[in-house]
């Protein structure tokens, strides 16, 4: 209830957020003149502006970072600069000046048409902070979400953890945060079907591990009753498979890597054997998770696992004939078909690519229950419309880091400190705290 009145309709304020309910606020925004006296427009203007730059910081803190001094770049023409070094700024009345050429008036024209907004450098001291930095660098949905990720210690700044919101960064500092919270804050979020899914996971390994304690227990107490006989051989039952799927994955891990040592001339071709690495690494992490995975999600697996070798376009190997380059170990072949029989074979031929497609892209965006966000994941709704990624920021989004390059400065045309607001409504809420100082 608190959400929705923080992202209030009916009396919108703009806020640093991702929310649906923020977005259509800021779609639907209208730049109306305040009519009253001046200090009335000033008030108006600071209101609405400090909704949106540092909510989360409270009203003195931000007096006391307040700054009168607006960084700003002004480039000057490059024939300006080649004929005169500046001393001729200085020179006035009995300096001494000699009066001969006038200068040229076109090396001395600037980019007309194009007006420094220096009022919309008001806000600047606060996209130093490290909470605003992280949800510029679109590690987060909102400044708020971003100030917790900074208290919970999940955000490093130059590689060690820095619970200070506040912390002011300086241009070279390097920032990063957990992948699992960016795909969390940037993340759709789960449909009830998928938390029904979520709970009936977590009740599958919770039932799973309950059986482990009870042997555990029987063991040391020596005393067994009848009831509890099945299941000790459901938990026995239940190891075995375990190991068998554990035994089957090293043999296909084996037999991929007998694959990938083959220096012969009948060895696979470079891109064949990038196909068998990818698929090793999938059975590499399957393997780790053996011992936290159902029994149920394990046949799933396998057999996932086998309907990615059978359609990595990999040409089945004759048992007769003799393999010829560009074709995979027969061996490695008829352990998969060992293992498990893949029920994709069965599809038609026209379809093949489409599941091999689709089956890449499990492999990059896989499906997994445990995941507080919606898996596949998927970017929030509305949100590819609004995401950008300001100029002061270099950011890498495969390891979730970002580099502050720089101060953000105001050059012709354009104020680096990202505003929905018009350059009117910086400059009074900039003559609001002027007053004030």
Known sequence: MRTKRFHGLKLPKIRMSMSKNNLYNLSQQKHAAVRGTYFQQKWFAKRETRAYHGEQIREKKWQRMFTSRIKSVIPMHHRYMARYDGSEQAA???????????????????????VIPYMGMTYAPVERRLDTAVFRALFASSARQARQYVLHGGVKVNGKKMTYPGYLLNPG????????????ATGAPKEVEDVQATKAHRKRLAAAKAPREETTSEETSEEATPAEEPELDEAAVEKKQRKEHKDNLQSLLASARAVLADKSAHSPNAKKKQEIRAFAAAVRRAIGGVNRTTTEDLDAQV?????KLSLANLPKAKPAAAPTSGTVDPSLEAQVVATKESAVEKAP??????????LREVRENPIDPSKPYATPWRPRPYMSA??????????NHNICAAVYLRHPVARPGVAEVPSPFSS???TLAYNWYLRRR
Do not use: I, N
């Open 173 to 184: 500092d390097m920032f990063q945060v957990e992948p699992d919270r960016v795909l969390f």
């Open 303 to 307: 057999a996932e696992l086998v309907s």
């Open 92 to 114: 006035g009345r009995g300096s001494g000046l000699q009066t001969g050429e006038p200068l040229d008036a076109k090396a001395l024209q600037m980019k007309r048409g194009k």
């Open 386 to 395: 609004f995401a950008f990624v300001p100029r002061y920021l270099e950011v």
């Open 349 to 358: 031929a026209a379809d093949r690519q489409t599941l091999a497609e689709a």
């Open 424 to 426: 009117k409504s910086s």
